[in-house]
């Protein structure tokens, strides 16, 4: 089991900035695959960045390459994922989910542990 906490979601400008973090306990060396995720009112959950625990490979989904930069704090098993210049369509509840090693790291379907959820408005 691993347990995912995240928090550092709010409500911000268009051109502002966000850090979202992800705290991970219990069998995290199980799931060494840290995923974004968001999902927007009437959308499907869809894949923004992940990274790998072990040896730090990132990836991300082309909408907020440039702008996302996820990251990873091995001694307080933390991941977390910096928002800059952040756009209205950037508005979702951003997940927190941990994956597979060797699965496709943007595929929801190699991840079965989720946090709860925090909220991210970008007004314009």
């Known amino acids: 089991q691993v347990q995912l906490v995240e928090s550092g979601g709010g409500l911000v400008q268009a051109g502002g900035s966000l850090r979202l973090s992800c705290a991970a306990s219990?069998?995290?060396?199980?799931?060494?695959?840290r995923g974004w995720f968001r999902q927007a009112p009437g959308k499907e959950r869809e894949f923004v960045a992940a990274?790998?625990?072990?040896?730090?490979?990132?990836h991300y989904t082309d909408p907020v390459k440039g702008r996302f930069t996820i990251s990873r704090d091995n001694a307080k098993n933390t991941a977390y994922l910096q928002m800059d210049s952040l756009k209205p369509e950037d508005t979702a509840v951003y997940y927190c989910?941990?994956?597979?090693?060797?699965?496709?790291?943007?595929?929801?379907?190699?991840?079965?542990?989720w946090g709860q959820g925090t909220q991210v408005t970008v007004s314009s």
């Open positions: 989910a941990a994956g597979r090693r060797y699965g496709a790291p943007f595929a929801i379907n190699n991840y079965d542990y």
């Open positions: 219990g069998s995290t060396d199980s799931r060494p695959t």
């Open positions: 990274i790998s625990w072990s040896d730090g490979w990132t």
